[in-house]
């Protein structure tokens, strides 16, 4: 059984500081620029808690975890963070024009949501976790026992019950601000007894899945087994809850990009021996010259075509003036070449650019990946043409976006993509509101 509370968040004094200058991006959306901007913002901005930076002599006592903490209790001690006076949800909202989209609205609420390890089949994962950044927020946590970032979570409602009464009463922003990305944020607050009760009942029945920050959710999980096992026979145990924003995967506005692949530094590269080998697992379909200037908008209308007949990625070699179409080979007997994935699985194009084009056609292991060693994300097609033409990746691979229900229907079966597979937009803004494990 899914189960939610609403909770007291701690949260921004605005009229002490501007929302735009204290909230950021994701922890690990931030790149070293944008950090640099966020720190000039406000000696406030939450990316001295979330991303800061190691200094030298650094040891147990002093070092980016304990100064998090001590940033977190200072900000409390002078009045800039206060808690709320009494528990509540906080419907979210935000309004973005996405790459390749049109204009649209996600709605959705943020509220406590009950730890659940995956074998309870409540919370639902579908993406391949690394264990670098599960080892950094598990320090971050334990040092601050804060919660300031929200994990993503879906559930499916086609007939949008669930959140309809929570959303409807909606109307005056606690909090308002545009990003840097021109995405604008609304932050209400909802403390009516009977409309949360009524939205907890509605949502008890509803599975979860994990959208966006799996890392933080099995960090989060790690650490309710450590505070567990020190509880002795503390009832009260708030770590065992954890700030979830919880959206409608059947309601408008949720958008989901693909995540393109770049191979670089692989040894004794040859175009012409890398499409030999791909041609061993794929049919190569010319899709037009590599270096046009519309080559990314051409190619994206062909995958978007071609995905109607079954699964299909878009590739560039370097060395070659050519797009190309990928579809597996129909005589190609995928039980034996990939006896560990399920049929499922075996029908998705990410499944197979990894385990046919990356690993038995390039040599990019499943190791390999999981180091992050010879291949790299790139969320712009243009860009990963453009990294090609200029030499500094070796193979580009163009996929399609996997659509929400797509992603529920494998998290559902106990199924998980690999690690990057989607990309939902936009990303849910940090600082927004806050869980103190106290």
């Known amino acids: 059984m899914t189960s939610i509370r609403p909770f007291a968040a701690y949260r921004y004094d605005f009229g002490r500081v501007r929302a735009q200058d204290v909230v950021t991006q994701p922890y690990d959306k931030i790149t070293p620029a944008m950090r640099q901007r966020y720190l000039a913002a406000s000696p406030y901005n939450l990316v001295r808690v979330i991303l800061g930076e190691p200094q030298a002599g650094d040891n147990g006592e002093n070092n980016v975890y304990t100064r998090a903490a001590g940033h977190l209790a200072a900000w409390i001690g002078e009045g800039v963070l206060r808690r709320d006076p009494e528990a509540a949800v906080y419907p979210y909202a935000q309004t973005f024009t996405a790459p390749e989209h049109g204009p649209a609205t996600r709605r959705g609420f943020i509220a406590l949501g009950r730890l659940e390890p995956y074998e309870n089949r409540v919370v639902f994962r579908h993406e391949q976790t690394l264990s670098g950044p599960k080892l950094d927020r598990q320090a971050l946590l334990r040092a601050t026992r804060t919660h300031v970032g929200q994990i993503f979570m879906l559930y499916s409602d086609p007939a949008q019950q669930v959140e309809a009464e929570l959303l409807a009463r909606a109307r005056n922003p606690i909090c308002e601000l545009k990003d840097e990305y021109g995405t604008a944020h609304q932050l209400y607050r909802e403390t009516d007894a009977g409309v949360l009760e009524r939205l907890q009942q509605r949502m008890a029945a509803l599975p979860l899945i994990i959208a966006d920050g799996h890392h933080r959710y099995e960090t989060a999980l790690q650490w309710m087994q450590e505070q567990n096992e020190r509880a002795g026979q503390r009832t009260d145990r708030p770590w065992e809850w954890v ?118 056609a390039l040599g990019i292991t499943p190791e390999m990946v999981r180091a992050e060693q010879n291949l790299r994300y790139v969320k712009d097609g243009a860009e990963a043409l453009q990294s090609v033409n200029a030499g500094a990746g070796q193979a580009a691979f163009l996929l399609n976006p996997i659509p929400p229900a797509q992603v529920r229907d494998i998290a559902l079966a106990g199924e998980v993509l690999p690690q990057k597979s989607t990309d939902f937009f936009p990303k849910l803004l940090s600082g927004l509101t806050m869980y103190r494990v106290e």
């Open 243 to 360: 700030m979830m924003t919880f959206v409608n995967l059947d309601a408008p506005g949720l958008v989901v990009l693909p995540t393109h692949r770049l191979a670089f530094g692989l040894p004794h590269w040859s175009a012409g021996a890398a499409a030999a080998k791909l041609r061993e697992y794929f049919a190569m379909e010319d899709a037009g010259a590599a270096a046009a200037a519309a080559a990314w908008p051409q190619l994206r209308a062909r995958l978007a075509q071609a995905a109607a007949a079954g699964p299909v990625f878009g590739a560039a070699l370097q060395g070659e003036a050519r797009l190309w179409l990928l579809r597996p080979r129909p005589e190609l007997n995928l039980n034996v070449l990939l006896p560990q994935a399920t049929p499922r699985q075996r029908r998705l194009d990410v499944v197979l650019l990894h385990q046919l084009a990356l690993q038995h």
